[in-house]
């Protein structure tokens, strides 16, 4: 496989990230005005729709963490780029990239445990849907996370200020 078409399946599986993203967002939204609809004007709500968007909001939050580690713009105090420059700031990125790997991966860990856990006892999450369904996106996500800030180890963008 030649740079090319790595260059394009990266590309790929960033667009199907966005409109995951954009739908999930797209369905809390409808759910969330059609619950507010049926308890004003119907008088009564739809009762699986309110965890459901709760579930959402956790997938919504972390499909935006792993989008946004895809081009490192991670929450962070970036207080050696005010006083290192140069090479030694190229080291300091990848010192921090591997941390973010390092912990990334060790959430990922435990939230699998997490899950088999939820899996094993059979808990129900709301309407009958297993608990462990909801759960998966917290090692999905840290798992993906981990393998970009992995790849940023290797090869950090040089498009910072440095």
Known sequence: MNKRHIVRLI??????????????LAVMVVLAVAQIFYRNIAGGGIA???????????????SGAV????????????????????????????IVHAYCMVICALIAWYAINFV??????GTEA??????????????????????????????PPRSDKR
């Open 11 to 24: 590309r790929t599986i960033n667009r199907i990230e966005d409109w995951l993203l954009i739908s999930m």
């Open 48 to 62: 699986w729709i309110d965890p459901l968007l709760r579930v959402l909001v956790l997938w919504v939050a972390l």
């Open 67 to 94: 989008i946004a580690s895809r081009t490192d713009n991670h929450i962070r105090i970036d207080f050696f780029a005010k006083y290192i420059s140069g090479k030694y700031y190229l080291y300091i990125k990848r």
């Open 116 to 121: 088999q856990m939820d899996y094993h006892y």
């Open 126 to 155: 709301f309407a009958g849907v297993p608990a462990w369904i909801t759960e998966l996106i917290i090692p999905i996500a840290f798992i993906l996370m981990a393998f970009r800030y992995f790849l940023l180890f290797l090869s």
